[in-house]
């Protein structure tokens, strides 16, 4: 039994993306977190958060013909704060954590194979196998300097949110299967046993074996 039978394969990626930022040495004196429960306090900061925006699932090709198919569409978004008098230093800083996460990320060879994650260097790989068919889309912004820190340190946050594509497949949950077909021809109805032994019969059965069973949706 893996993670993802009882968690989505979103909630995988957020914790893949998290897991190789908070263990980059990048971010070593980083507070880091996985979602925006709880308020960023001014003690907190350098901060860096990773966390699900939203998701969207369309039909994976016609969506009334074979099982449910989705396409999804996960944002992730990523947000890097620090504090710092100088905003020029501040902006530069801010940028160099978003070109540190593309950086990490994207080119991270296992993270981001579509045919298997594991990473022969560290024994690990994305839960279950999960992977990213691709990343759609990608925003940033810079915000500068926020109420909920009473402005009593100048900071400034790098907003990065990124599209992340897969696709997922639903195969029903089929209990009532065709296991056997008896077939027997050279029956007229009405006939006797005797008509019936005066023709060339055929009494066949067909087993069938069942398929292994597909419980939950699969990324692919």
């Given at each position: 039994m893996g993670i993802t039978d009882t968690q989505s394969y979103s909630l995988v990626?957020?914790?893949v993306f998290f897991d190789a930022l908070a263990a980059d040495p990048y971010f070593a004196n980083y507070t880091k977190r996985k979602n925006k429960m709880l308020q960023v306090q001014s003690e907190l900061i350098p901060y860096l958060g990773v966390y699900i925006?939203?998701?969207?699932?369309?039909?994976?090709?016609?969506?009334?013909?074979?099982?449910?198919?989705?396409?999804?569409t996960l944002r992730i978004g990523f947000s890097a704060i620090i504090a710092h008098n100088d905003?020029?230093?501040a902006e530069q800083t801010i940028d160099a954590a978003f070109w540190h996460i593309m950086q990490r990320l994207w080119r991270d060879q296992y993270i981001?194979?579509?045919?298997?994650?594991?990473n022969p260097h560290t024994g690990a790989m994305n839960a279950d196998n999960t992977r990213i068919e691709s990343i759609t889309r990608g925003t940033r912004r810079h915000v500068f300097g926020t109420a909920q820190f009473n402005n009593e340190i100048p900071v400034?946050?790098?907003?990065?949110d990124v599209s992340c594509f897969y696709r997922t497949d639903w195969w029903p949950e089929i209990t009532d299967t065709l296991d056997e077909i008896d077939v027997r021809t050279g029956i007229k109805i009405g006939d006797t046993e005797e008509e019936m032994a005066q023709r060339q019969q055929l009494h066949a059965k067909y087993v069938f074996a069942p398929a292994p069973e597909k419980g939950k949706g699969e990324s692919r």
């Open positions: 990626i957020r914790d925006i939203d998701e969207t699932m369309l039909p994976d090709g016609d969506a009334n013909a074979g099982c449910i198919r989705f396409n999804h905003p020029v230093i981001m194979n579509m045919l298997d994650t594991y400034a946050e790098l907003q990065y």
